[in-house]
């Protein structure tokens, strides 16, 4: 049986563009070890690859996030014209199974563990099922990645990945997991076996790529204890690995030294905002913003290089706010945010259903724009072209050569520990890449106003394909989530992954 399973990617611009960084999908190396061991697997991700369209494999199992929907469609389409047999997976396809079966042959609703050694047996056999939805395994049986499968000649600085947890403990009112997905964790053997054992890592520039990797996890912090038991598992294998965890974690001085000494160069933690109403609308009031600087430079003290992302357009935004973020930033110490995206109302998330209900949602929103870059609301106190005249201005004056330069000037000397100068250097073309959606100058950004790529837009007429319009009945937000959110207490913290 030939299989193949690809992640498909779309750039921010609009442009068909590709972005070789640190950061790629895990999901076709996971999926591969689900697959049967005499099958025949082949693995794209469309971030660094082309997919080829003059191949014939048997079953395609398809990854993709929601803004990349009408372009994974029209390969489906192309696809099953020629006789194969298409998978759709991941969130989107789970919130919107009945839009997705028009598009593929079967969708899987839930984590893969359970659903694919399952869909393939049905496969083989003849029987394949529109929906398969059978529920998370226990953390345990989560498998090994095909590290083997993973190809860095694509890509001269991608990290190998490893997930240890799933979910999150919080409930950002933004967040595709918030009322969806639980907390769990792998055991810490499994982990470190993983590591120690079985993954490959990228030799490509000696002394940066070999023996790094990242957690892709959420929030590697979810439960400090375990991160802290983490650490000390990891401290023997002297490996270099960069995560994502929550703004609490860093709070902790005890613990980010032990994160630095176990290895850890790069943490990047979502403060969203600087605004204090901004990060109460957001359910994540308990970010402590008086602390920020600090939190800063015992990272970077730490042997930690700090990364963080903002977004802007939240229900707290103001003109005043927004002009004074780069003032904002030079008072941190001339830190410097290595994303910057404009708040997103993915449809299962309790922001959607507040902004669907007060009538906030742009008309004309489709999954395309769901990308993180787009406007596809109105926020309170700002007009949509106010909102995007900042976030032009801000990518622009943040991603600059200026700026980039101090940013690594500023940090480069703050610790000796191994490869902490090589991980501030590699942060510049983090620092650079926020400019990267400003590349298509014809954007306005504002969802409903900008085509699709060129050559999606082209496929999907000779295809008679429609895009999927996002409109407030499209809300797939959980009620248990939404009752969820609510102020939390003074004193505990927490912040985006
Ligand atoms: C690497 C990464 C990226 C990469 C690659 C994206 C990709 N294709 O996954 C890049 C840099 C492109 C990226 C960009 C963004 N990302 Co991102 N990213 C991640 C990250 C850190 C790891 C992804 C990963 O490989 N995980 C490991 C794999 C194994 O797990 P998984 O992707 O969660 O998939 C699970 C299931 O969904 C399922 N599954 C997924 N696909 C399939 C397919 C089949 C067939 C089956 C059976 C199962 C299945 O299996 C997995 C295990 O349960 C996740 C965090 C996370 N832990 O997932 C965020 C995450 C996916 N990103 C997120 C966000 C918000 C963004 C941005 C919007 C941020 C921004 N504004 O720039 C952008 C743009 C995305 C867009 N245009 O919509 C959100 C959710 C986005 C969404 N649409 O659902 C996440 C969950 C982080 C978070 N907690 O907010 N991201
Ligand atoms: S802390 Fe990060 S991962 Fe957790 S709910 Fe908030 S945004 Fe989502």
């Not at 995206?341 to 009538?359: D, H, L, N, R, S």
Request: glycine letters at 6%; hydrophobic letters at 35%; a neutral charge.
């Amino acid at each position: 049986m030939r299989i193949a399973i690809i992640s498909t990617y779309t750039h921010p611009s609009r442009l068909l563009r590709k972005e070789r960084s640190i950061m790629q999908s895990s999901v076709p190396e996971l999926l591969a070890a689900l697959c049967p061991p005499d099958a025949e697997i082949e693995l794209y991700n469309e971030k660094e690859t082309d997919i080829p369209l003059d191949r014939h494999w048997d079953l395609v199992f398809f990854s993709y996030l929601h803004a990349y929907y009408e372009h994974t469609k029209v390969l489906s389409t192309l696809f099953r014209r020629q006789g194969m047999t298409t998978v759709a997976g991941g969130r989107h396809a789970s919130h919107f199974r009945a839009d997705a079966l028009q598009y593929f042959d079967a969708v899987v609703a839930e984590d893969p563990e359970a659903n694919l050694p399952a869909l393939i047996a049905d496969f083989q056999r003849g029987e394949l099922q529109p929906v398969y939805a059978l529920p998370p395994v226990p953390p345990e049986q989560i498998p090994t990645y095909r590290y083997d499968l993973v190809d860095y000649r694509n890509n001269l600085v991608r990290l190998p990945g490893i997930e240890a947890s799933r979910g999150c403990p919080f409930s950002c009112n933004f967040c595709v997991l918030t009322g969806h997905e639980q907390y769990r964790y792998r055991p810490i053997d499994h982990v470190i076996r993983d590591i120690r054992d079985r993954m490959i890592f990228n030799q490509r520039i000696p002394g940066v790529t070999n023996n790094a990797f990242s957690f892709l996890d959420n929030n590697l912090g979810g439960s400090p204890r375990y991160l802290r038991e983490l650490c000390e598992a990891l401290m023997p294998l002297k490996k270099i690995w960069g995560c994502a965890l929550t703004f609490n974690v860093l709070r902790d001085p005890e613990l980010v030294r032990l994160m630095g000494r176990a290895g850890c160069r790069y943490v990047y933690t979502g403060l969203e905002s600087l605004n204090p109403e901004s990060i109460s609308s957001m359910n994540k009031g308990q970010n402590k913003l008086s602390e920020v600087r600090e939190v800063i430079q015992r990272a970077f003290a730490s042997g930690i290089v700090l990364s963080f992302g903002l977004l802007v357009g939240a229900d707290g935004d103001t003109n005043d706010y927004l002009e004074r973020v780069p003032e904002y930033l030079h008072d941190l110490g001339d830190h410097c945010p290595t994303f910057l995206g404009i708040v997103c109302p993915y449809p299962e998330t309790p922001f959607f259903a507040q902004v669907a209900a007060e009538g906030r949602l742009l008309p004309g929103v489709i999954s395309r724009d769901l990308d993180g870059y787009t406007l596809c609301h109105r926020p309170p106190r700002l007009h949509p072209s106010e909102v995007i005249d900042h976030f032009q201005r801000l990518s622009r004056a943040l991603g600059s050569l200026h700026n980039v330069g101090r940013h690594v000037w500023n940090r480069l000397m703050t610790s000796d520990l191994p490869r902490y100068k090589a991980c501030v250097v590699m942060s510049a073309p983090e620092v650079m890449s926020l400019r990267a959606p400003l590349a298509n100058r014809s954007r306005s950004y504002i969802a409903g106003r900008d085509p699709i790529e060129a050559w999606d837009a082209e496929k999907m007429r000779e295809l008679g394909l429609e895009p999927q319009r996002i409109e407030a009945s499209s809300c797939r937000a959980d009620p248990r989530g939404l009752a969820r959110i609510r102020p939390r207490r003074a004193g505990r913290s927490s912040a985006a992954a």
